[in-house]
């Protein structure tokens, strides 16, 4: 696990390195990408600004759930979403096999190797966006971290599962290239407060694909505005990851490499 773990140390310090040669390119894209994610949050500003409101609250609270769950996806984006096009890519040019030869778990091996430096601007504008945030806000106890901080777990856990699903995909249907906008359609539920939705829709991105525990449920445990049915969520957030898991792994088993 230790050899492992610094295996993927240095595949990131290369990637890294490698994007630095054209620092240029990399803080445009940085910046581009930011712009992009603060599109959301700047809409639900002009929507309070002009005398509308989520039922129930207030505008600090909307911009602190559209801000967690940015800082999810800019922890997911850079370290474990690049397995999406490293599949799709791996697979298209036929090279996916050479790491089917590793001395590694496949699953492993794409993911190392699928780190984008480039998300890493996404990361650094969920943190800064969370930071302003949370000043807004009334501020939370220690024991309302503790509770965030577990359920960013199960929110990390739950966009690895899409992305193991997504990567999955590619290895039957090789010209979905699209699966990204696939994934922002549904993921984008998680952005806002569960009130603005009908109840038999909460029912289908609570229960079925947990998308509320991307940004809104770890919200709420800072807000103080935690359900009952947080930890039917978590659960079903387990379950959505172990099914990925099964799912990626029976792609694989039926993927017939280049010569197929």
């Known amino acids: ?8 140390i240095e595949i990131v310090k ?29 809409v639900t500003f002009l929507i309070y600004r002009s005398g509308a409101s989520f039922p129930g609250w207030s505008l600090s609270e909307a911009l602190l759930i ?25 697979v298209r040019e036929g090279t ?15 993911l190392v190797t699928g780190f984008q430096p480039d998300g890493l601007g996404r990361l650094l504008g969920g943190i800064a966006l969370t930071g ?23 929110s990390i856990m739950v966009l690895f599962a899409f992305a193991l699903f997504m990567s999955g995909i590619l290895f039957r249907w090789v010209g979905s290239s699209r699966v990204y906008e696939m994934f922002d ?20 991105v609570l229960q079925a694909v947990p998308v509320l525990m991307i940004g809104y449920f770890p919200a709420a445990a800072l807000l103080g505005k935690l359900s009952a049915d947080v930890w039917i969520a978590a659960a079903v957030s387990f379950v959505f990851f172990l099914l990925s898991l099964v799912f990626w792994h029976r792609m694989l088993g039926n993927y017939t490499s280049a010569g197929g």
């Not at 696990?1 to 993927?8: E, K, N």
């Not at 993921?187 to 829709?201: D, E, H, L, N």
């Open 132 to 154: 302003a945030a949370v000043r807004l806000v009334p501020q939370a106890g220690a024991a309302d971290w503790l509770l965030f901080a577990v359920l960013m777990l199960f």
């Open 66 to 90: 559209q801000a967690i769950f940015l800082l999810s996806k800019g922890i997911a984006f850079p370290f474990f979403f690049g397995i999406v096009w490293n599949t799709l890519d791996r």
């Open 1 to 8: 696990m230790i050899s492992g773990f610094r295996a993927y």
């Open 185 to 204: 359609s549904v993921a984008s539920f998680g952005q806002y407060p569960r009130t603005i939705f009908a109840k038999s829709f909460v029912g289908l």
């Open 96 to 110: 996916f096999d050479l790491l089917l030869i590793k001395p590694r778990p496949a699953l492993w091996m794409a």
């Open 14 to 42: 290369t990637s890294f390195t490698s994007r630095m040669a054209y620092r240029g390119d990399f803080w445009i894209s940085a910046v581009m990408t930011i712009a992009g994610e603060l599109v959301v949050p700047l």
